[in-house]
């Protein structure tokens, strides 16, 4: 008889190593690994794991690469919504996890698995946001999930490997690192309290440019498209050349405080250069461009669109109605942005813009009105206090 096949969302850490072996020796099934590449890895660590996933005993190992789709079927609207979770976070990790199990899910399709596996333990969001995925998009497949089922210790799961004659340097870090395009999560001792901040050395990029530099921020239709006036091929190719120059300035670091999909707060460092600098540009560039009820209902859709999202409701129909309001928006959306990088922060300073609605030709705020008189905000602002008015004086009698 043929072993049952099974498709494991593979990064080459403890857990998913303990799971290629206790799916081959213990379960006897035929294991598939697949690392999903959301922009965290070098071509040199995607080969590693790859040699390690042979070595384990898998049967195959594939590297999906969804980075462009990442950007084109999710970021871009995180950027059209200017989307930070709790105002602080710009769901680096949350959107990931989407498109690595979509990615696993369709590949499973492809090699016809009848069972998907992860690592996540029964702890955080990550088991959510697989499972409900695979429900969506595999609800024919058996979800295994050992670290999770069987509430292993991190002891545990090495002794286990060393048994399968798995012998290494299992260290646990200090701190657990996740990378991303979208930016990297920093968890430690000092996130799983309250009063703790990050040390300097936990964070993976470190500060080495002090002088003050400006930059300026090119955008079309909503999307980063150049920087310092050069075009490149794709926002992809700008977000990484933003993070590189603002990295140096150890921009973009901060602590995440939010709800977690199981009903408990958490915490979690990250740095995010390049994402804080694109909304924060992006939102400038809105507010000069758009009228107050357009501002008004992208911040609600936006944040609605950055709730689902983190709790793992990514394939939810209403998702693509908010991304068609949100992607009609960005049609002005238009010009130049002007930032000043210094060490550990940013200053967005000013804008261009042929759209810009902050126009001298109607008048100039607090100096001149051009385009209507005295009388006419007399008149105005009489209509604007009647009902109050109205209001007040019934209830004074």
């Given at each position: 008889?043929?072993?049952?096949?099974?498709?494991?969302?593979?990064?080459?850490?403890?857990?998913?190593?303990?799971?290629?072996?206790?799916?081959?020796?213990?379960?006897?099934?035929?294991?598939?690994?697949?690392?999903?590449?959301?922009?965290?890895?070098?071509?040199?660590?995607?080969?590693?794991?790859?040699?390690?996933?042979?070595?384990?005993?898998?049967?195959?190992?594939?590297?999906?690469?969804v980075v462009e789709e990442y950007y084109q079927d999710c970021l871009k609207y995180l950027v059209y919504g200017n989307v930070l979770k709790n105002n602080t976070y710009p769901l680096s990790v949350s959107a990931e996890r989407v498109f690595q199990a979509t990615a696993v899910a369709k590949y499973a399709a492809k090699l016809g698995a009848k069972a998907i596996a992860h690592g996540s333990t029964g702890a955080g969001n990550d088991q959510v946001r697989f499972d409900v995925v695979f429900r969506i998009l595999a609800p024919e497949c058996?979800?295994?999930?050992?670290?999770?089922?069987?509430?292993?210790?991190?002891?545990?799961?090495?002794?286990?490997?060393?048994?399968?004659?798995?012998?290494?340097?299992?260290?646990?870090?200090?701190?657990?690192?996740?990378?991303?395009?979208?930016?990297?999560?920093?968890?430690?001792?000092?996130?799983?309290?309250?009063?703790?901040?990050?040390?300097?050395?936990?964070?993976?990029?470190?500060?080495?440019?002090?002088?003050?530099?400006?930059?300026?921020?090119?955008?079309?239709?909503?999307q980063l498209v150049g920087l310092d006036g050069k075009k490149f091929p794709s926002t992809v190719a700008a977000i990484r050349e933003l993070t590189e120059r603002a990295g140096a300035f150890a921009i973009g670091r901060d602590i995440h405080v939010g709800d977690t999909i199981i009903g408990i707060k958490g915490r979690v460092g990250f740095e995010a250069p390049a994402p804080l600098i694109i909304i924060k540009a992006h939102h400038l560039l809105e507010k000069?461009?758009?009228?107050?009820?357009?501002?008004?209902?992208?911040?609600?859709?936006?944040?609605?669109?950055?709730?689902?999202?983190?709790?793992?409701?990514?394939?939810?129909?209403?998702?693509?109605?908010?991304?068609?309001f949100l992607a009609d928006t960005q049609g002005n959306v238009a010009g130049t942005v002007?930032?000043?990088?210094?060490?550990?922060?940013?200053?967005?300073?000013?804008?261009?813009?042929?759209?810009?609605?902050?126009?001298?030709?109607?008048?100039?705020?607090?100096?001149?009105?051009?385009?209507?008189?005295?009388?006419d905000v007399r008149g105005f602002s009489k209509i604007a206090s009647n009902q109050t008015m109205i209001h007040r004086k019934v209830n004074e009698q």
């Open positions: 008889m043929s072993k049952p096949k099974v498709i494991l969302a593979f990064s080459g850490g403890l857990d998913t190593s303990f799971c290629v072996k206790y799916l081959t020796e213990e379960r006897g099934m035929e294991v598939h690994s697949a690392l999903v590449d959301t922009g965290g890895f070098s071509p040199a660590e995607l080969k590693t794991i790859e040699e390690k996933a042979y070595s384990l005993g898998v049967t195959s190992h594939v590297t999906l690469d058996e979800v295994i999930t050992p670290i999770r089922d069987l509430q292993l210790s991190r002891e545990a799961e090495i002794e286990f490997l060393k048994s399968k004659g798995v012998v290494q340097e299992w260290h646990k870090s200090t701190y657990s690192i996740n990378k991303g395009l979208w930016g990297t999560s920093v968890g430690g001792k000092e996130t799983l309290t309250s009063d703790g901040y990050l040390p300097e050395e936990a964070w993976p990029t470190q500060l080495t440019k002090t002088a003050p530099e400006k930059i300026s921020l090119q955008f079309e239709a909503g000069h461009v758009l009228t107050k009820h357009q501002l008004y209902w992208k911040q609600n859709i936006g944040d609605m669109y950055g709730t689902l999202l983190h709790e793992g409701q990514f394939l939810e129909p209403v998702m693509r109605n908010f991304e068609t002007y930032v000043t990088l210094s060490p550990y922060q940013f200053m967005v300073t000013g804008m261009e813009s042929k759209y810009d609605l902050m126009s001298s030709v109607f008048g100039a705020y607090g100096e001149m009105n051009k385009a209507w008189t005295g009388d």
